[in-house]
């Protein structure tokens, strides 16, 4: 039976006929659907907050014959707390693994948040990010200064003056001490003695009028180049002071270091003095030579302590930063408020995940739980290498710009 083209009735009596078949109309397609995500809105009087924490454990023992940790023949029975309980099928030495597992930052989700501000209230951590960035911007005002007047006053090399027939070169590098009033005002001046010869009395002074009183520094390193007429030979001592003139001039004098270029032979004098009529022996003026070139462990490695603080400690350095030091003060805070703001975001994944004090770790007034230290290790491999990277970029930046500037505008020319 097939469906006629005059319908199923008839048109003049309006009866139905038998020979045909009825058939329904398809169902309209229905629209396709967009995937829409319902939030729902937190009601504090009805609803009821569950936490969810994971936890990946393993219990694994030492094969002797992979010489390596592995799980055969062990599965974990129970976790919590930071503890696992084992069982085994074979004895052996037994060991467990514990990886805590992070927060999941969901970025809609804090989006959602701004937004209810006005009805949760919760505004303690925009209030302290807040405070951070002020803080950022307050200090960053006050180190872009020092930054200009370092930039302003810094130089690669100062050249003493000597006659324009004098070709010999040597390098003199003076370092002054890192500690507060180490600098000094006065006018200091240097004799050097060698096996052939003696360089006479040079004043190490800077004639530029924008330059004054930037020489011998806190922490700095002063270089002077120096021509004679021929070679002094093997250094044998220098002989050094100042005149005692200015409002400080008391003076920290670290180390002095001389290099012949022409052979790319090198001395250094080890001083660790005062050079004050109010400070350790009351002299302003040493012979320092071989003999007294040595120091005993302790003042060896205070050296190296302030001077590591004052060029490596990323928020110390901040302060105290030597002068001829191109990884900048900015630089410096910048790095430190990298380092503050990837903590806070390591303590946003681990927040509220710590373990409880069972069997804990007492280490004087400080008590904590495996799973805290295995937490904190954690926090540490994250915030860690993303700010070396950081730190590293702008102090090859710095060593870019150190290198071409020393390739422009160094050019030896005689007085």
Excluded at 62 to 87: H, P, Q, Y
Excluded at 97 to 106: C, F, K, P, Y
Excluded at 301 to 318: C, F, N, P, Q, T
Aim: proline share 3%; hydrophobic share 40%.
């Amino acid at each position: 039976m097939r469906k006629t083209q005059g319908g199923c009735y008839n048109g003049r009596i309006g009866r139905r006929k038998r020979s045909c078949i009825e058939v329904k109309d398809p169902p309209p397609t229905s629209p396709q659907s967009e995937n829409v995500r319902v939030i729902p809105v937190y009601d504090s009087t009805t609803d009821q907050n569950y936490t969810l924490k994971v936890a990946l454990g393993s219990c694994v023992y030492w094969s002797e014959t992979f010489d390596k940790w592995i799980s055969s023949g062990c599965r974990v029975l129970a976790e919590s707390d930071g503890f696992l309980n084992c069982s085994c099928s074979h004895l052996t030495s037994f060991g467990g693994s514990l990886l805590v597992e992070s927060n999941h930052i969901d970025l809609d989700k804090v989006l959602v948040e701004f937004q209810r501000l006005s009805e949760t209230g919760n505004i303690a951590v925009i209030v302290a990010i807040a405070v951070v960035l002020l803080c950022y911007v307050a200090v960053l005002v006050i180190v872009r200064k020092f930054d200009m007047e370092d930039a302003k006053n810094r130089e690669l090399s100062i050249q003493l003056p000597s006659s324009s027939s004098s070709t010999y070169e040597y390098v003199i590098e003076i370092t002054t001490g890192a500690w507060k009033n180490s600098s000094t005002t006065a006018h200091v001046a240097l004799e050097i003695y060698g096996s052939d010869g003696k360089s006479g009395v040079l004043q190490l002074s800077q004639e530029e009028p924008d330059a004054i009183n930037t020489l011998f520094s806190r922490g700095n390193s002063d270089v002077f180049v120096l021509y004679v007429n021929k070679s002094l030979g093997s250094i044998q001592g220098v002989q050094i002071g100042h005149d005692n003139f200015g409002d400080n001039p008391s003076w920290y004098l670290e180390e002095i270091l001389i290099r012949d270029v022409q052979s790319q032979q090198s001395w250094k004098f080890m001083t660790n003095q005062w050079f004050a009529l109010e400070r350790g022996d009351g002299r302003i003026e040493r012979i320092i030579d071989k003999s007294s070139n040595h120091l005993d462990f302790g003042n060896e490695v205070a050296r190296l302590w302030r001077r590591g603080l004052a060029e490596w400690h990323i928020w110390i350095s901040v302060a105290v930063k030597l002068r001829r030091s191109r990884f900048t003060r900015v630089q410096r805070l910048s790095c430190c408020l990298s380092v503050l703001l990837t903590a806070m975001l390591t303590n946003a994944m681990f927040y509220n995940l710590e373990g409880k004090y069972e069997q804990p770790i007492q280490v004087g007034p400080l008590k904590m739980s495996w799973r805290q230290v295995v937490t904190g290790i954690e926090s540490a491999l994250v915030v860690t290498p993303i700010n070396i990277f950081i730190v590293f970029l702008f102090q090859k930046g710095a060593e870019k710009v150190t290198t071409s500037e020393a390739t422009r505008s160094f050019v030896p020319s005689q007085v």
